[in-house]
Structure formats: structure tokens, C-alpha cells
């Protein structure tokens, strides 16, 4: 199945809102605590029982207390190393989410957010570097490529024809 997240690149900062709807309005919900946490794991497919945490960074969203109406929570991690692509294999799946927690004494309310990883291998230094390549065929016809590496992913370029 294919599922929409938001992207994110390693170094930068993973931030949102948490957003907290009472059931119902009049009522109070007492907790422990609010907490938001990113964290990144290994799930192993084949067995369910010890996922690999890698990543774990956490930030308090509320103190102990009590709401009595809903409520939106800003977060933010900043400086996070997201060292590892997000990707899913056959009996291994590597993911970062979100996750924002409410403690409360009889258990505990938690709702994930995955969201994708993607390292870039070099940043573009915004430099008009360009590559040149030129391709002959035993004197008859030669073709020269040029574009520019820092801007494009995909090859474009000018092409020119010399009949010797």
C-alpha cells in the first residue's frame, strides 16, 4: 500500500502541531503529562517483538494538570542527525515517526505519525559547475554534452552536431 508523509532531510528541523479534541467538551481530562517524541527504529518484520530504537528525542508538551477543552500543542526538534533513509524491504522496515503521548494513571493515550527520511549524499554548494562530455564515432560524427550538475537531476543540455 502506498501512504503520503510529510519529507524531511538529515539536519533539518522535524516540527508540527499536536492537536488534542475532547470528546466531549464539558468533561476533564487528567493526565501526567505531554509529550511529543521523535523517534527513529528498526522494525523487523518477521518478528514483531524487539524493534531496534535508534533515534529517541523528546519534548514536554504539557505539565501535569488536567484539560478541559481542546487543545493544539506546538513541537519542534531541532538539530536531530537523521543519519538513515526512511525505507521498507521485505522483512525490514526502517522508520521515524512522531509520536505525541498523554500519561494518564489507568494507561496511557499515544497516536504515531510516520514521516519519510531522505539524506542527500552531497548538498548542492550553489555553484554553475557544468559537465562537459563529447562522444565521436571514428571521425564521422562527434556529439557534445553539456549541463549543469548543480541545478539539474536530470540531464538537459545542448547537443552539437560536426560532419567531418
Request: charged content about 30%; glycine content about 6%.
Amino acid at each position: 500500500t502506498k501512504e503520503k508523509l510529510l519529507l524531511y532531510f538529515d539536519g533539518e528541523a522535524v516540527a508540527g502541531k499536536a492537536r488534542i479534541d475532547l470528546k466531549s467538551p464539558g468533561r476533564k481530562l487528567e493526565h501526567s503529562g505531554i509529550k511529543a517524541e521523535l523517534v527513529g527504529r528498526i522494525d523487523y518484520l518477521y518478528d514483531k517483538t524487539k524493534p531496534f530504537e535508534f533515534l529517541y528525542h523528546v519534548k514536554e508538551l504539557a505539565a501535569p494538570g488536567a484539560l478541559n477543552r481542546s487543545c493544539v500543542f506546538d513541537f519542534e526538534f531541532v538539530n536531530v542527525e537523521k543519519q538513515q533513509e526512511t525505507y521498507t524491504v521485505l522483512n525490514v522496515r526502517l522508520r521515524y515517526f512522531v509520536r505525541v503521548v498523554i500519561a494518564r494513571r489507568l494507561g496511557n493515550i499515544a497516536r504515531e505519525q510516520d514521516i519519510a527520511v531522505h539524506t542527500l549524499s552531497a548538498y548542492p554548494d550553489g555553484s554553475s559547475s557544468s559537465v562537459r562530455m563529447e562522444i565521436g564515432i571514428e571521425d564521422c560524427l562527434h556529439i557534445d554534452f553539456e549541463y549543469n550538475k548543480a541545478r539539474h537531476a536530470r540531464h538537459t543540455g545542448r547537443g552539437h552536431y560536426i560532419a567531418l
